[in-house]
């Protein structure tokens, strides 16, 4: 009795973690997250693998956060709808992978969205988008567009990095209106700023020459004469130099008339470390080792997370490194669509006052209200469903629901429908397949319907329709270049990337009840003709009775000393039997074991009288028909991954080597005391590529590492 007192409580323990996470559901506040995605590269032929490096962030601290485990991403297509779906394992805030890139996709612009669940339900505007570009030769000619769909996505994607943000308001005192044209576009990840001044008139041109100016608040940065050759002049400047979140840039004449000025907004330029290395020559088919030390990146930090990536340089300005996803979401906060709604103000108002200039700011508030649906997934992979009545659509609420899990083990666990007939269960953080049944309880008797929830967004933040008029010739030539040499790798079946499949069934590891109080392996005792013998004969506790043709399970309680009334939990094979004529009717040489426990048994919002498992060889629990109030699944959960070959094993010593992508090395580990060395070869496309090394230390400093590589 003392040892069954002692059973009681652990499993009261048990069950109060078990439902632990419903607890959310109460008005409690979170911490928001959000996604930095480094992406190895951001041009892609169709057909190829992206790779990419998740850093999920406290949106607060802006470290790592500690709060979900499961992240998703999806690739988004022009017209908002999603291509393809990951889920990643995150494990301390970071989590690495790939999807496939099919080759039926189109030319185009692309968004790969990420995002935790908790994430999602908390704010759309959360979402991480990172654009990519996708090269499809096949399918060019199909690319027009005047044949595309308008975008049916909600929202629309504002590249972090577009040139555009810096919105300018021309002036004059003259009456002839824009005299000159200020543009400005930031280059070299995102570090300098390309000012250029043009006239809109050749008869504005002073003969004198201008005055280009730029000021902050702390005085004047520069103040120069210029002369514009072709009706253009360019200047380059350090964000560093400018050293202010706003500067004033102006245009005069050499009298002091202003002919044009504007106001623009910097994120902040003081938070994350940038290096540059000095560029790195080398010949085709060399190796080179790279060793990186804690000290190369930062003093102030035990620990450094980073990620790898080295490709033929791209000529596309696409996605922002983490230094600048910091600084944007640190300035503006979380909320994309907020942002780019103030700087459209820009040009219908005055920004420059007469004694400093205005800054531009979104304030966030980065704590959520939690309701049913809005849950972090902290330790598991939460799987959320819906019961209904499948006639009339009601949900079913108020009634115990179970998932079992199929194998050897009896691994069940319970929930109880809310208001809205919606359950919800933990599975473990396991690659593999999943090997499930959610079942109603016995007692409800209606035909319902069990329905799960897709993780994944309807809809996601379409980046902007492509026009292949949007080519210039530089990045022509660049496509024109990896799509030559992906042609030449797949003459020679050279393949860049491999494909990993874990397509292992996970199974559970022990019985959610603890050890059986009696196990029978049948191949133990002599060969009978039925099942039905077995329990009469060898099975003490199980008592099998009939009425009105039907058969019925009990349980002899040896703390009671009587057989309870009540019908015990029956499974076969893990799943949840209500007819035992289901598990009666199999061959003797089917079934492996049956175990007993022959107790009142309390599990969550369960009460068991007494637990029969019965075990068959294949434990792969094979019944001809399910119960009217089963539902069985395989979840595969996180079973396909991709990784970048360094350099096939497959090449002969005279073979070309035509790889544009040379290196992605996504976990990286910097400690004081522990080194990492970059190993890769040189291949045989000559050109400029680039190393960028993204990463966090503990303390939440972004860093950022870039290196030129000639390959001659």
């Excluded at 130099?241 to 002091?256: A, R």
Aim: charged share 25%; proline share 4%.
């Amino acid at each position: 009795m003392k040892n069954k007192i002692s059973i009681y409580i652990v499993l009261i323990l048990i069950a109060s973690q078990a439902i632990n996470f419903t607890s959310k559901a109460e008005n409690t506040s979170h911490e928001s997250e959000q996604i930095h995605v480094h992406v190895q590269k951001n041009v892609f032929i169709a057909g190829e693998s992206v790779l990419f490096k998740l850093y999920c962030l406290n949106s607060v601290t802006k470290k790592l956060s500690k709060l979900s485990k499961v992240a998703y991403l999806e690739l988004i297509d022009e017209n908002g709808y999603a291509v393809a779906q990951k889920e990643v394992i995150l494990n301390q805030g970071m989590g690495n992978g790939g999807f496939l890139i099919t080759d039926q996709l189109s030319t185009g612009n692309y968004a790969i969205n990420a995002y935790t669940h908790w994430m999602n339900t908390t704010s759309r505007e959360l979402t991480s988008v990172t654009p990519i570009f996708v090269f499809n030769n096949y399918n060019l000619i199909n690319n027009r567009v005047d044949s595309l769909k308008s975008t049916k996505g909600s929202t629309h994607f504002y590249d972090l990095k577009d040139n555009k943000r810096t919105l300018l308001q021309p002036k004059s005192n003259t009456s002839e209106e824009n005299q000159f044209t200020i543009t400005s576009s930031v280059e070299d990840l995102d570090r300098y700023i390309r000012f250029t001044v043009s006239s809109n008139n050749d008869s504005s041109v002073s003969p004198k020459g201008l005055k280009f100016q730029i000021c902050t608040s702390k005085g004047d940065i520069v103040d120069q004469t210029i002369e514009l050759k072709d009706n253009k002049w360019e200047f380059l400047i350090h964000k560093k130099e400018i050293n202010s979140p706003n500067c004033g840039v102006s245009v005069k004449n050499l009298d002091g008339e202003i002919l044009a000025q504007a106001v623009i907004h910097l994120s902040n330029y003081d938070k994350g470390r940038f290096f540059e290395n000095p560029p790195i020559n080398t010949k085709s088919q060399e190796k080179i080792k790279l060793n990186l030390d804690l000290t190369d990146f930062t003093n102030d930090s035990e620990i450094v997370s980073l990620s790898a990536s080295i490709k033929l340089k791209e000529p596309f300005q696409l996605s922002s490194t983490i230094i600048d996803y910091f600084n944007l979401y640190s300035a503006f906060g979380a909320s994309m669509s907020k942002y780019f709604d103030q700087l459209k103000k820009i040009p219908k108002q005055d920004w420059i006052e007469k004694n400093e200039l205005q800054s531009i700011w979104v304030k966030i508030e980065p704590n959520y209200v939690v309701n049913s649906d809005q849950y972090p997934e902290e330790e598991a992979y939460i799987l959320e469903g819906q019961i209904k009545n499948r006639n009339t659509k009601k949900a079913i609420a108020e009634q115990n629901t179970y998932l079992a899990k199929i194998g050897e083990y009896a691994d069940i666990s319970t929930f109880r429908t809310n208001q809205d007939g919606k359950f919800f269960f933990q599975l473990p953080l396991q690659k593999g397949l999943h090997d499930i049944s959610i079942q109603l309880n016995d007692g409800v008797t209606e035909d319902c319907t069990i329905e799960l929830k897709e993780k994944f967004n309807q809809k996601g933040f379409a980046p902007a329709h492509w026009n292949k008029k949007d080519l210039n010739a530089e990045q022509l030539d660049f496509l024109k270049n990896i799509y030559e040499s992906s042609r030449i790798r797949n003459i020679y079946n050279q393949e860049t990337f491999n494909e990993s499949k874990d397509t292992i069934l996970y199974r559970s590891q022990s019985n959610f009840f603890g050890k059986p109080y009696s196990s029978i392996k049948i191949d133990n005792f002599i060969r009978l003709d039925s099942l039905e013998e077995y329990f009469h004969e060898f099975i003490a506790p199980v008592k099998i009775s009939y009425h009105k043709k039907k058969t019925f399970f009990n349980v002899y309680s040896p703390d009671q000393l009587t057989v309870m009334n009540s019908a015990p939990l029956v499974l076969y094979d893990g799943l949840i039997i209500s007819d035992p004529r289901i598990i009666l009717n199999k061959r003797p040489s089917e079934i492996d074991k049956i175990e007993v426990m022959p107790y009142e048994y309390y599990y969550g919002k369960a009460h068991f009288y007494g637990i029969i498992h019965v075990i068959s060889n294949d434990k792969d629990c094979k019944i001809n028909q399910l119960p009217l109030n089963t539902e069985r699944y395989y979840l595969p959960l996180f079973t396909t991954n991709y990784s970048l070959n360094k350099k096939p094993d497959s090449y002969e010593q005279y073979t070309p080597d035509f790889r544009t992508d040379l290196l992605w090395e996504p976990n990286i580990t910097l400690k004081k005391d522990q080194n990492f060395e970059l190993e890769f070869i040189a291949s045989d496309v000559k050109g400029e590529y680039e190393l960028t090394i993204e990463g966090i230390s503990d303390n939440g400093e972004p860093i950022v590492l870039k290196q030129s590589i000639f390959i001659k």
